[in-house]
């Protein structure tokens, strides 16, 4: 079937009980995931079971670039240990039970060890060049460090859609039609060039949906999961892909990456305080003692926790604007609200969560905001 022949979509229901319990299940998961990224490193530091992998390492190489890095491999196998058991629960168990998962778990697994092996090679990187700052540049490391992330950040954005995410899930051009020509005018309406349109092969790991604009410059792209265009009319994804575009067009992505820098910078300056402040305390050598990695995760993961919901806050922001902006672009009010009624639907996204928690945890606004707000708004003059 091309797309063009898909004119009835699937009518898609979502019990509202359903919702609540999944996203009460997920958002449980994820705080005991924060509670773990603390309390896993203070017991391990005061325990002394940093100082004795140190040790350890110590007594396999006098090289302190390998220490750092032997340090690292055998604290990360222990940590996946731990948290293993919360991913494989969080990640499959509970996709499986609500209905959302189409996945075996050999190819769960062999997802999770992908991205696994990814994540640990990008700390390890980070990791290794911010204790060789440390060793170097003791006064001004947290600057550098600093630096070197933010440029790192900038890099994995243009190298998300052309090399991360297709380990992960196939793509393939937009078939020629009125779906392209659609998206394809959009992007020229507003002066933004997109290097091509592609389907995002979700449906064969999920029934959820998913629409983008990945990457900067020449890696720029439109991404619409099969799963959005199976369940939406050609309208709708075009009014769901104004929003995406409105972001560009507002430069969303790079304040939320100013944004990001400055919580970057702050964070590796408290980190460097705390490691003054305390290196005695906690019996360190100095403060590019590899055995104080506990302490500046803890200090991370506390800066990251105080800046959540201000980040959150400023991100909803983005995200209402980018729906006006849509709006006043297209004028498709109804298939914006008949649009967010069926993802919110297809996610098993709660349409109007708690107050609390959507101001701390979410990064959008709530499904029934995002209606309220469309069927409030109208045309420009």
């Given at each position: 079937m091309t797309l063009e022949e898909n004119s009835e979509q699937p009518?898609?229901?979502?019990?509202?009980?359903?919702?609540?319990?999944?996203?009460?299940?997920?958002?449980?998961?994820?705080?005991?995931?924060?509670?773990?990224?603390?309390?896993?490193?203070?017991?391990?530091?005061?325990?002394?079971?940093?100082e004795a992998i140190r040790n350890l390492s110590e007594g396999w190489t006098s090289v302190s670039a390998l220490v750092v890095v032997l340090y690292l491999l055998v604290t990360s196998a222990g940590l996946q240990v731990i948290e293993f058991p919360f991913e494989i629960y969080s990640g499959f168990i509970v996709e499986k039970k609500f209905g959302l998962s189409k996945v075996s778990i050999g190819s769960w697994l062999l997802d999770w060890l992908k991205g696994t092996t990814i994540q640990s090679a990008l700390l390890v990187a980070l990791i290794s060049g911010m204790y060789w700052l440390l060793r170097s540049q003791p006064d001004l490391w947290w600057l550098w460090a600093a630096i070197g992330a933010t440029i790192l950040v900038v890099i994995?954005?243009?190298?998300?859609?052309?090399?991360?995410?297709?380990?992960?899930?196939?793509?393939?051009?937009?078939?020629?039609?009125?779906?392209?020509?659609?998206?394809?005018?959009?992007?020229?309406q507003i002066g933004t060039h997109v290097q091509s349109v592609c389907i995002w092969h979700m449906g064969d790991k999920t029934s959820k949906a998913n629409a983008a604009v990945t990457g900067w410059g020449r890696t720029r792209r439109i991404i619409i999961s099969d799963t959005l265009i199976e369940s939406n009319t050609p309208e709708e994804i075009e009014v769901v892909m104004a929003h995406e575009l409105g972001h560009h067009v507002r430069l969303d992505v790079w304040k939320?990456?100013?944004?990001?820098?400055?919580?970057?910078?702050?964070?590796?300056?408290?980190?460097?305080?705390?490691?003054?402040?305390?290196?005695?305390?906690?019996?360190?050598?100095?403060?590019?003692?590899?055995?104080?990695?506990?302490?500046?995760?803890?200090?991370?993961?506390?800066?990251?926790?105080?800046?959540?919901?201000?980040?959150?806050?400023?991100?909803?922001?983005?995200?209402?604007?980018?729906?006006?902006?849509?709006?006043?672009?297209?004028?498709?009010?109804?298939?914006?609200?008949?649009?967010m009624n069926k993802?919110?639907?297809?996610?098993?996204?709660?349409?109007?969560?708690?107050?609390?928690?959507?101001?701390?945890?979410?990064?959008?606004?709530?499904?029934?905001?995002?209606?309220?707000?469309?069927?409030?708004?109208?045309?420009?003059?």
């Open positions: 009518t898609i229901s979502c019990d509202p009980e359903s919702a609540r319990r999944y996203q009460h299940t997920k958002l449980t998961m994820s705080m005991i995931s924060m509670v773990l990224n603390v309390a896993a490193p203070l017991v391990f530091l005061l325990a002394g079971g940093s994995l954005m243009a190298l998300v859609p052309v090399l991360l995410l297709p380990l992960f899930y196939k793509f393939e051009p937009i078939p020629e039609g009125d779906l392209k020509d659609r998206l394809v005018a959009l992007a020229d939320m990456l100013a944004v990001s820098t400055v919580l970057i910078f702050i964070s590796f300056f408290v980190i460097d305080l705390a490691l003054v402040a305390w290196i005695d305390s906690l019996g360190l050598r100095g403060i590019d003692d590899i055995a104080g990695l506990p302490l500046v995760l803890i200090v991370g993961a506390g800066v990251s926790l105080v800046a959540l919901p201000i980040s959150n806050w400023l991100s909803r922001k983005a995200e209402t604007a980018a729906d006006l902006y849509a709006l006043n672009l297209t004028g498709m009010r109804d298939q914006f609200i008949s649009a993802l919110g639907n297809q996610n098993l996204s709660q349409k109007q969560p708690n107050a609390i928690v959507e101001f701390i945890f979410h990064s959008h606004p709530s499904i029934q905001h995002r209606i309220d707000n469309a069927k409030a708004w109208s045309p420009e003059n």
